[in-house]
């Protein structure tokens, strides 16, 4: 049987590195997209090699597989976890969505070598289209969440690509304690949050990344600097860390248009690239 799987990036508003600590996040989809088609064929596996081996790990059948994806890659918008999602979904169908997450985050973490929590798998499984989904990954629990009009964001591209497998966190036990304690805290007070009050913990958030040790020199210097913009509310690095994308609430979309910026799904984004 052939197959086409569509799956969502992701943006992630604060609540970051929480995931395996059972922490705390509030993520949306967005409307960039990576496509898999699944072909069948009598034998031999055709295909990106990475893509046939995330296939033949999950069992695949023999097939010829096709990508296509406006998702950046290393970029902290989940490309990666949108692949193994679709690898997944393509090979048993129609199961549980936490399966699902679970079996991607398996295969993302044995053959892409990624140590990832479920953030990424959760946020695009449990996507429902404009609103927002509170993690609490004490349970895999979600609940849905309105996100508010007057909520404004942009992405502008840091131009640092990294790959996850090849970086190193810091292992300290006592920071990484206290960045899930206050982080869960900002993840709470971000559901009832003004644009201000949402950018301020936007910059706290930032400042803890740096301390837990997933930030870069020259992204912290990025950081500040848009944080220091006229009608820019508060900022952040997003993602996993070490370059990708740096994720900013604006007063208004007028602010930051001459930036590169890349958007999605609720309607207060604007599609740029």
Known sequence: MNRRITVPARINIIGEHTDYSGGLSLPFAVNSFLVLEIIDIKQGYFGDRNVISLWKEVGGWPARLKVKSDIPIGKGLSSSAALCIAIVIGKYGDIDPLKVCKEAQRIEQKILGTNCGLLDQMAIMFAIKNKMTMINFNDNSIVHHNIPHEWKFKLIDSGIERSLNETEYNCNNRIIKSHVIEENLRVKMALNASPSELGKLLNESHSS?????????????????????????????????????????????????????????PPFFEKIL
């Open 209 to 265: 990344l740096i301390k837990l040790g997933v930030s870069l020199p020259s992204i912290d210097k990025m950081v500040n600097k848009i944080q220091n913009k006229k009608g820019v509310l508060g900022a952040r690095m997003m993602g996993g860390g070490f370059g990708g994308m740096i994720l900013v609430l604006v007063e208004s979309e007028e602010i930051l248009t001459g930036d590169l910026l890349i958007s999605s799904g």
